[in-house]
């Protein structure tokens, strides 16, 4: 298992600002992830973080708005740029450790865009 | 696309009774099938997980299927307790790559 911190907690920010959350893990893990579930939405997977080279994003998302950092194999960082109101959402990362395919979640970042 | 439905966005049983949770899916091929946990507040926490070339898993009082010819699984809680209330995650897997359904919200009343 491994357990995940996430920073900040909940974050009230104004419209055209960023923020970094950061994402630490217990242990070294090879594969970490960064999702985002919206009010009533599922979980939406943003971008995989790599260590030692850039992110995989997934569709609809883009380095510019969602530049993510993996200096090493325990911490990742997601930066929500120039954020509007459709930013607010909980911003969650999640680690795979490599046993069974079961990813650990942290337990969120809150964040309202005003 | 890619569509994943939870039978129902919310579920109400009594205690004692067993929770029967569904999960459709569409235009995918998983390699396996995860169920989710999730708490207010808090992140999603795994339950289990079962692969496409398997009928059937168990756990405790967990027990899920998984149809690949109907695309569907099925999630059972039995005995069902007020402690497990939550909303209860599926996710299709492969290669590492989650995708998630909305969830469904169980509350079990006393």
């Known amino acids: 298992s491994a357990v995940i911190s996430q920073k900040p907690s909940r974050d009230i920010c104004q419209r055209g600002t960023s923020l970094t959350i950061q994402c630490q893990v217990d242990s070294q893990v090879t594969m970490m992830f960064w999702y985002r579930q919206q009010p009533g939405q599922s979980l939406t997977l943003i971008a995989t973080?790599?260590?030692?080279?850039?992110?995989?994003?997934e569709s609809g998302f883009v380095i510019d708005k969602f530049p993510i950092s993996r200096p090493n194999l325990t911490f990742s960082t997601l930066t929500v740029s120039n954020m509007s109101p459709e930013d607010s959402s909980i911003y969650l990362c999640?680690?795979?450790?490599?046993?069974?395919?079961?990813?650990?979640f942290g337990p969120g970042t809150r964040l309202l865009v005003l | 696309s890619q569509k994943i439905e939870q039978n129902s966005e919310a579920l109400n049983i009594q205690e004692g009774k067993t929770a029967t949770l569904t999960c459709n899916y569409t235009n995918y091929s998983p390699a396996y099938l995860q169920w989710y946990r999730q708490d207010p507040g808090r992140g999603p926490v795994f339950l289990l997980l079962?692969?496409?070339?398997?009928k059937e898993k168990r756990k405790e009082r967990l027990k899920v299927t998984f149809d690949t010819t109907l695309k569907q699984s099925l999630f059972h809680i039995t005995a069902s307790q007020p402690a497990d209330s939550a909303t209860y995650l599926c996710?299709?897997?492969?290669?590492?790559?989650?995708?998630f359904g909305k969830g469904t919200l169980l509350t079990v009343n006393p």
């Open positions: 999640s680690v795979d450790t490599g046993q069974e395919e079961t990813q650990y």
């Open positions: 973080a790599n260590q030692g080279s850039e992110a995989t994003y």
């Open positions: 079962i692969r496409e070339n398997e």
């Open positions: 996710a299709l897997g492969s290669n590492y790559k989650l995708t």
